[in-house]
């Protein structure tokens, strides 16, 4: 007989791995994850993924030519991500957050910053993985 369960992992991270793949995204093993994180539990970053993702999306525009992102602008866009303080949940997303899209406001109202080009694909974020 079936009972159902009553714990966190059968009603709400079971569901939101199942959403998240169907999104399209790849689910890694607790292994995989500490191989890509370089076996450091504290770094989040998959740096390889991240690397090889801010060259293939990011272009710069200068004077009607577009040019790729130079090794050290991916270099310093990692070392900005890798850089940020920990400042409670909220803080820290909304500060990763005007890092990935530089056309987002902050709370005065003030834009952070603007391009052409985000660091990161809103709008297909199939673009965003491998």
Known sequence: MNTFQINEKYLSQIPALQLLIGLGFEFL???EALRERRDRTSNVLREK???NQLKEINRIRYKGNE???SEESVQSAIQKL???KYDGLLKTNEAIYCEVDPTVKTKKGRVKRVTDQP???WRCPNFNSP
Do not use: Q
């Open 49 to 51: 993924i991240l690397r």
């Open 67 to 69: 040019y790729l992102f």
């Open 29 to 31: 093993t607790p292994a």
């Open 119 to 121: 660091a990161a694909e």
């Open 82 to 84: 890798k850089n940020i």
